[in-house]
């Protein structure tokens, strides 16, 4: 990856506020950037849900409670979600159904949650594993899943990368996609 | 021969091109249905493009797009047509890049279950090569037998079996295109850095020219379960649905039929052996559009707690695929989950007859339209708990102007897509101008009814397209779909893939003003594009 493709540009303060909302008919959570993920998950497991994310694999360890998912939810989605499945382990499910987002210049980006879309480019792709160069979420919708539910799983073969090296002309791309959302 | 078609004739001159006038034809239009009206009315090939080109490599592509760049002339690429959203609408001074040329197989990789094929390579045929290797894509859509892998990734397209194996973005782990500058390159699925694939799914030809793909792969299936429920009403249906997904089932084919669509399906208008019946279902072109003046009172009385009962209720069929007796244990822990909500098995047959005649359906909207009608389908979405009313809310604003029935064949966990089938007849009343020619009255009363339905859906809280895409014919509504956020976003990653926006230019999003569109009409729109 290019240096100027993985730019981190800011940080999610964390934050305590409880503000998550549970839709439990569509099993999703919006949930405000701030929030780390253990404290999500301490608040889903209460309702009988998770986020079902591996939070040791998901970030740093937090630096005062030495507990894992001590990482902001917006830091997260910018590292590209780590300790989340694979989202080809279940082709009908995903991860991240809404956002609202803040663009680099200053714009905000609403996606409403739903389950897919074929409207054009998915923006979501904007905000996920882009170190916020591209838009920083303020608030996710969720996939969340009652603790006892049955995880199908269908996993690549071993082998596949899910995760190469961004070539250079990918990062001319971004670049160019950076500098063309921050000059609006 | 036109200039622009000269000038690339003359730059490649071992590139196959066309100005043949029957090619210009084919080529002015994909399978929207209100192009269909046009065509009734004798208006055939009215955005005929200057030419068309067959690349057959991507370095060809590559050069061709480089030299539009430099002469400032828009390309449209095109797969095989099947599109329902005038997502190709060339004009005099276009050219259409036909990608049907380009249908190798590059890499089948069977360890990792991966194959990078061609973007012109057509879907059946893929399919059955790979089932003869044992693998299947999984992806069947309803177009199969006429769209391209190209076609489908830019249009985000989603197959009958989608509750198992997802959508074309769920497949897809690579892509090669072509910008607009020229530039070929490959686009990698990523998990931890940036992932440029999903700008690209949907882009619908204004972002980059697909050329290939590398995608996931599965074994074929090796058993099958089948089964049929019917349910008191749809909402009923739906419930249970959202259980089994909720659940972790995950059924290849989940159908819920509305109790008209279920009616038809148990009825059966389709031969054994695979033939449509034809016309329209069981009725006469002249009956039918009698009592399509009146769509509001029929509409009522079906969709109603009488209609339901009278009609037999809802149907759901189920299909569960995969290996040894796992189909079979899942099917039974989807039938027990159904009868604690009111299902009634109704055996396998509903499922079994669906699967036999699973691309019928598409055969059946040209006697349509040769009885004087129209018909048309709207793919809407959202969460479960929004479904309701998205329901609700689409089906009255189309139902003031078509007669409308639905039926539900993507569920996911968070939610589900509405596929509403409409038909309609020439608008009549004091508002329709005087002098009007039927098919202008039908136009009229299309127009009416895209719109009522596309208002509702946003004001449910819906999305406008769950896997048709958006075309010339949703674009005047994107802002309503993203926020004016969301379409300067889409408008700025037009420039950053595609500088001098050469690329299918006023597909997606409504041109920047000064514009031809207006808000929410379509005859305004398509014929102030045309030139």
């Known amino acids: 990856?290019?240096?100027?493709?993985?730019?981190?540009?800011?940080?999610?303060?964390?934050?305590?506020?409880?503000?998550?909302?549970?839709?439990?008919?569509?099993?999703?959570?919006?949930?405000?950037?701030?929030?780390?993920?253990?404290?999500?998950?301490?608040?889903?497991?209460?309702?009988?849900?998770?986020?079902?994310?591996?939070?040791?694999?998901a970030g740093p360890r937090d630096a005062a409670t030495g507990s894992a998912g001590g990482i902001t939810i917006g830091d997260w989605l910018a590292n590209g979600a780590p300790g989340a499945a694979s989202v080809f382990a279940d082709p009908a499910d995903h991860l991240l159904a809404g956002l609202e987002a803040t663009l680099p210049d200053g714009q905000r980006?609403?996606?409403?949650?739903?389950?897919?879309?074929?409207?054009?480019?998915?923006?979501?792709?904007?905000?996920?594993?882009?170190?916020?160069?591209?838009?920083?979420?303020?608030?996710?919708?969720?996939?969340?899943h009652r603790r006892d539910a049955r995880r199908p799983a269908m996993p690549l073969p071993e082998g596949v990368d899910l995760d190469p090296p961004v070539s250079a002309e990918e990062a001319r791309l971004v670049d160019a996609i950076a500098r063309e959302l921050a000059k609006r | 021969m036109p200039e622009s078609l000269e000038s690339l004739a003359r730059a490649f001159p071992d590139v196959r091109t066309s100005e043949d006038a029957a090619d210009r034809v084919a080529y002015s239009r994909d399978l929207w249905p209100r192009h269909h009206l046009a065509v009734?009315?004798?208006?055939?090939?009215?955005?005929?493009?200057?030419?068309?080109?067959?690349?057959?490599?991507?370095?060809?592509?590559?050069?061709?797009?480089?030299?539009?760049?430099d002469t400032g002339t828009p390309i449209v690429p095109f797969g095989a047509g099947s599109g329902v959203c005038a997502g190709v609408l060339p004009q005099k001074d276009i050219i259409v890049l036909d990608l049907?040329?380009?249908?190798?197989?590059?890499?089948?990789?069977?360890?990792?279950?991966?194959?990078?094929?061609?973007?012109?390579?057509?879907?059946?045929?893929?399919?059955?090569?790979?089932?003869?290797?044992?693998?299947?894509?999984?992806?069947?859509?309803?177009?199969i037998l006429c769209s391209t892998v190209g076609g489908w990734v830019a249009a985000r397209s989603a197959g009958q079996c989608s509750g198992m194996y997802g959508k074309i973005e769920d497949m897809v782990l690579a892509l090669e295109c072509v910008t607009g500058t020229g530039e070929i390159v490959n686009l990698r699925h990523r998990t931890s850095g940036p992932n440029l694939i999903p700008l690209v799914i949907g882009s619908e030809g204004t972002l980059a020219i697909v050329t290939s793909a590398t995608l996931r792969l599965h074994e074929a299936p090796k058993t099958r379960a089948f089964a049929g429920f019917s349910f008191p009403t749809t909402e009923h249906g739906?419930?249970?649905?959202?259980?089994?997904?909720?659940?972790?089932?995950?059924?290849?084919?989940?159908?819920?039929?509305?109790?008209?669509?279920?009616?038809?399906?148990?009825?059966?208008?389709?031969?054994?052996?695979?033939?449509?019946?034809?016309?329209?279902?069981?009725?006469?072109?002249?009956?039918?559009?009698?009592?399509?003046?009146?769509?509001?009172?029929?509409?009522?009385?079906?969709?109603?707690?009488?209609?339901?009962?009278?009609?037999?209720?809802?149907?759901?069929?189920?299909?569960?695929?995969?290996?040894?007796d796992g189909p079979q244990r899942d099917m039974e822990q989807a039938r027990a989950l159904?009868?604690?909500?009111?299902?009634?098995?109704?055996?396998?047959?509903?499922?079994?007859?669906?699967?036999?005649?699973?691309?019928?359906?598409?055969?059946?909207?040209?006697?349509?339209?040769?009885?004087?009608?129209?018909?048309?389908?709207?793919?809407?979405?959202?969460?479960?708990?929004?479904?309701?009313?998205l329901y609700d809310g689409v089906r009255r604003a189309l139902g003031e102007h078509v007669f409308v029935m639905a039926h539900l064949s993507h569920a996911y966990p968070d939610g589900c897509c509405i596929y509403f089938s409409f038909a309609g007849t020439?608008?009549?009343?004091?508002?329709?101008?005087?002098?009007?020619?039927?098919?202008?009255?039908?136009?009229?009363?299309?127009?009416?009814?895209?719109?009522?339905?596309?208002?509702?859906a946003i004001e449910a809280g819906g999305t406008l397209a769950h896997h048709h895409?958006?075309?010339?014919?949703?674009?005047?509504?994107?802002?309503?779909?993203?926020?004016?956020?969301?379409?300067?976003?889409?408008?700025?990653?037009?420039?950053?893939?595609?500088?001098?926006?050469?690329?299918?230019?006023?597909?997606?999003?409504?041109?920047?003003?000064?514009?031809?569109?207006?808000?929410?009409?379509?005859?305004?729109?398509?014929?102030e594009v045309s030139t």
Not at chain 2, 435 to 451: F, N, P
Not at chain 2, 495 to 502: E, L, N, Q, S, V
């Open chain 1, 109 to 144: 980006l609403e996606i409403r949650p739903g389950p897919r879309r074929a409207v054009g480019p998915d923006l979501t792709a904007l905000a996920i594993g882009t170190q916020r160069r591209l838009a920083s979420v303020e608030l996710a919708w969720l996939r969340i």
């Open chain 2, 426 to 456: 020439a608008a009549k009343g004091k508002d329709v101008p005087k002098g009007a020619g039927w098919d202008e009255r039908s136009e009229i009363t299309y127009d009416r009814a895209w719109k009522a339905a596309m208002a509702a």
């Open chain 2, 238 to 324: 739906w419930e249970a649905m959202r259980a089994m997904f909720q659940a972790g089932l995950r059924p290849a084919v989940s159908r819920l039929y509305d109790p008209f669509d279920a009616m038809l399906a148990r009825r059966g208008s389709v031969k054994k052996d695979g033939a449509d019946s034809g016309g329209t279902p069981g009725l006469g072109a002249a009956a039918l559009r009698s009592v399509l003046r009146r769509p509001g009172a029929i509409n009522e009385l079906l969709d109603g707690a009488f209609g339901s009962k009278m009609l037999g209720g809802s149907l759901v069929v189920l299909i569960f695929e995969g290996d040894g």
């Open chain 2, 100 to 143: 049907k040329k380009m249908t190798k197989w590059r890499a089948l990789d069977e360890r990792a279950r991966t194959l990078d094929v061609e973007a012109g390579q057509m879907g059946l045929p893929l399919e059955e090569d790979l089932n003869r290797r044992g693998f299947t894509l999984g992806h069947f859509p309803s177009s």
């Open chain 2, 338 to 389: 159904f009868e604690t909500m009111r299902a009634k098995y109704e055996g396998e047959g509903p499922a079994r007859k669906w699967l036999l005649h699973r691309y019928s359906v598409s055969y059946r909207q040209a006697p349509v339209f040769a009885a004087g009608l129209f018909s048309d389908t709207m793919e809407v979405a959202a969460p479960w708990s929004k479904l309701r009313a």
């Open chain 1, 1 to 57: 990856m290019s240096s100027t493709a993985t730019t981190r540009t800011a940080t999610t303060t964390p934050s305590t506020a409880d503000s998550i909302e549970i839709d439990p008919q569509s099993l999703l959570v919006s949930v405000p950037a701030g929030k780390t993920l253990d404290a999500l998950e301490t608040a889903l497991a209460a309702r009988g849900f998770t986020l079902g994310v591996a939070l040791d694999l």
């Open chain 2, 469 to 527: 895409g958006v075309g010339r014919s949703k674009a005047p509504r994107m802002a309503h779909e993203l926020g004016a956020g969301g379409v300067d976003v889409v408008r700025a990653l037009m420039r950053a893939f595609d500088p001098k926006g050469i690329l299918n230019p006023g597909n997606l999003l409504p041109p920047p003003s000064p514009a031809p569109y207006i808000d929410d009409a379509h005859p305004t729109q398509i014929r």
């Open chain 2, 40 to 69: 009734r009315a004798g208006n055939v090939g009215e955005h005929r493009p200057a030419g068309i080109v067959w690349p057959t490599t991507t370095d060809e592509v590559s050069r061709i797009v480089r030299w539009a760049h």
